[in-house]
């Protein structure tokens, strides 16, 4: 069938400046840039450009400019070019239309329109560089009360404790699992979590045997709707249970990692055989009802001695609050929300355009309902999705966040592009694929270092800015919605995110 | 002196150190100059081998006893003790290929237009062999002996 798809992308060469090298044509797993020797002229195949501008950042020569292509239909506010295209693709597939990475949709960003305080005059602003300043997080479950005893002078805590997990900073990587990413974009994530002193989040796909000792006290470990590698030992290995019932990406269905991505040491990790796809079911089987989410819980915690926080993550939906507070109730000790603009590797474009509220909404609403029925302090909340900067982080934290998980960010960090191909499994940066030549492209000591720098430089700011408020610990600012304040919203927004206007 | 140590797991084949090792050694050392307004356009020391998806760049390996030393008829070739890089001199050779034929590596290359041979001399003059810091992956990497 001849396509009548029009061209994403136009690549702009300068002759002036390209030297013929072919690093662009090499570089390209797409097929774009094409050498030609009898004329000594490079050729581009724009129609299979993706945008992910790796070739523009390979060149040496700065000769290439991928931009967007300047063909347009005639002007339409209903039919934007985007609709155009989905749905011709359709009439020439008949099938969904795929995508990856979060909603690119133009649905109001929270974080925008919400800004932070500072100190004047009646209370002093405190120098991160000079005075100390806490970014160290706990994360599970609390004491109702805190009882203490003193025993020969010495203080005991009466109080039952639950556990907890100690964070150096407030950002934890969120759930890409091994088999979705590559092995070495996987263990980047490992290993930048554990230098920094926090968590990343093994998703669905397992946890390799031989990271588990090195790299276990830094693992959450996800039990999701299609179970896959998880057995005792795996579950012991992580320093958190998280169980999967949805992803802000696509909320209310599985998942299907396509066998031709399922190798050998994934199909080990996951335990099923090679070549087979990886189906996660829409709903997790076993449950049905709160009860029934209690009853995985408390098995997890039996199969770990009581021994690790289990964190229950769910997708913002309409009635994520109420959710929320049967989830503390049903024992877990971490309520995981991940918002309308969370990632995935491979969603239908519809379901992730349209389904799930954001995610700024959804924290406020279950921060607020939790505090209000007093069981606020039974869980940690992680929120998710849509957190691209330090200051999306500590805006977070002021709704009520005790820590955020970032994934989107964490893949920009190491070369992702968001060119929304994740599906594809020919992801020029090496992150989103299998093949043997592509995974050469990320360098684990430079990913790590990467996510290493993000970090650091997120947490320098976030003092800063905690600095600024006069507060000396993130703790004091978690839920104090008093530094926070709305610009641009409507009253109903600043009522859901519990925020007063700017001057108010 | 020190040597360059390739990573072939994280080579990407993208021949980048082939064309910086171009720039190197020609007259201005700038890239676009080298490639489209200079007369003589340098041939590269380095050659990226390939059998895909392996992929891994071959320069001279400056050997502790270098075959193409003990072969050189005219000693143009020779291993000089205090850098212990293998140095070669075009005042002296002759052009008779006999250190191409006995480089266990394929590291020595023949110029067919001049008739001489070019190998690689790290970058004699350069802060840093070319290849190693334009390397967009840190695939090649310079290992200093101190």
């Known amino acids: 069938m001849y396509s009548h798809l029009l061209p994403e992308f136009v690549v702009e060469r300068r002759e002036d400046r390209c030297?013929?090298?072919?690093?662009?044509?090499?570089?390209?797993?797409?097929?774009?840039?094409?050498?030609?020797?009898?004329?000594?002229?490079m050729f581009s195949l724009e129609e299979n450009c993706v945008g992910c501008q790796r070739c523009a950042v390979i060149c040496p020569t700065n000769a290439l400019s991928v931009r967007h292509h300047p063909a347009e239909y005639r002007k339409n506010s209903s039919w934007t070019r985007d609709r155009f295209q989905n749905l011709k693709k359709q009439a020439e597939t008949g099938g969904v239309v795929l995508t990856g990475s979060g909603n690119d949709k133009s649905y109001r960003i929270y974080w925008d329109h919400l800004v932070l305080n500072a100190s004047q005059v009646t209370n002093p602003s405190i120098d991160p560089l000079r005075e100390p300043m806490e970014l160290k997080t706990f994360i599970g479950r609390k004491p109702d009360t805190l009882k203490i005893n003193m025993e020969d002078g010495e203080p005991r805590v009466e109080s039952e404790l639950h556990p907890n997990l100690e964070l150096e900073t407030p950002i934890v990587f969120s759930a890409m699992s091994y088999g979705a990413i590559s092995y070495r974009a996987y263990k980047s994530l490992a290993r930048a979590a554990k230098e920094s002193g926090t968590l990343f989040n093994t998703g669905e796909g397992g946890l390799p045997a031989e990271m588990r000792a090195e790299f276990g006290s830094n693992a959450v470990v996800q039990c999701a709707s299609g179970r896959f590698g998880v057995d005792k030992d795996y579950l012991n290995s992580a320093a958190m249970l998280e169980i999967k019932i949805g992803q802000g990406a696509k909320p209310g269905i599985g998942g299907h990692l396509p066998g031709e991505k399922v190798a050998e040491h994934i199909a080990v990790t996951r335990m099923i055989p090679r070549g087979t796809d990886a189906l996660s079911p829409a709903?997790?089987?076993?449950?049905?009802?709160?009860?029934?989410?209690?009853?995985?819980?408390?098995?997890?915690?039996?199969?770990?001695?009581?021994?690790?926080?289990?964190?229950?993550?769910?997708?913002?939906?309409?009635?994520?609050?109420?959710?929320?507070?049967g989830i503390v109730r049903a024992g877990a000790d971490i309520v995981a929300i991940d918002g309308l603009r969370g990632g995935t590797g491979a969603a239908p474009l519809a379901t992730r355009d349209n389904v799930g509220i954001p995610m700024e909404l959804a924290l406020a609403a279950v921060d607020k309902r939790l505090r209000d029925e007093g069981i606020r302090n039974k869980c940690s909340i992680l929120a998710a999705s849509g957190i691209r900067c330090s200051s999306d982080v500590i805006k977070a934290i002021a709704l009520g966040a005790d820590a955020v998980y970032i994934g989107t960010a964490a893949l920009v960090a190491m070369g992702c592009t968001?060119?929304?191909?994740?599906?594809?499994?020919?992801?020029?940066?090496?992150?989103?694929?299998?093949?043997?030549?592509?995974?050469?492209?990320?360098?684990?000591?430079?990913?790590?270092?990467?996510?290493?720098?993000?970090?650091?430089?997120?947490?320098?700011?976030?003092?800063?800015?905690?600095g600024g408020m006069g507060i000396n610990a993130v703790e004091s600012l978690r839920g104090n919605r008093e530094h926070l304040r709305g610009i641009g919203l409507q009253e109903w927004e600043l009522n859901t995110l519990g925020v007063k206007g700017a001057g108010e | 002196m020190g040597k360059i140590q390739v990573k072939p797991e994280v080579c990407i084949g993208c021949h980048l150190c082939e064309i910086w090792c171009q720039v190197a050694h020609s007259k201005s050392k700038n890239i676009i100059k080298t490639f489209l307004y200079e007369k003589t356009i340098p041939m590269s020391r380095v050659v990226v081998e390939e059998n895909l998806p392996l992929t891994f760049p071959m320069q001279c390996r400056h050997c502790q006893e270098p075959d193409c030393v003990s072969a050189c008829i005219s000693g143009a070739l020779i291993k000089d003790s205090a850098s212990g890089k293998v140095i070669h001199d075009p005042s002296k050779c002759v052009g008779c290929f006999s250190c191409v034929?006995?480089?266990?590596?394929?590291?020595?290359?023949?110029?067919?237009?001049?008739?001489?041979?070019?190998?690689?001399?790290?970058?004699?003059?350069?802060?840093?062999?070319?290849?190693?810091?334009?390397?967009?992956?840190?695939?090649?990497?310079?290992?200093?002996?101190d």
């Open chain 2, 101 to 145: 034929m006995a480089c266990p590596y394929g590291n020595i290359f023949v110029n067919e237009k001049t008739r001489e041979i070019v190998k690689c001399d790290l970058c004699e003059g350069l802060d840093e062999p070319y290849c190693v810091s334009h390397c967009p992956n840190e695939a090649l990497v310079y290992v200093s002996d």
């Open chain 1, 418 to 466: 968001l060119c929304q191909k994740c599906y594809t499994g020919k992801c020029a940066w090496g992150i989103c694929t299998q093949d043997p030549y592509l995974v050469k492209r990320l360098n684990p000591e430079i990913s790590t270092q990467r996510l290493v720098n993000l970090l650091s430089g997120w947490s320098h700011e976030i003092k800063e800015m905690l």
């Open chain 1, 283 to 325: 709903p997790q089987h076993d449950i049905y009802s709160i009860e029934d989410l209690s009853m995985l819980i408390y098995a997890l915690k039996e199969a770990t001695n009581y021994e690790k926080p289990v964190s229950v993550k769910v997708a913002a939906v309409h009635n994520v609050a109420a959710i929320a507070s």
């Open chain 1, 19 to 41: 030297i013929r090298c072919r690093a662009c044509e090499r570089q390209c797993p797409n097929g774009v840039h094409v050498y030609d020797s009898d004329l000594d002229t």
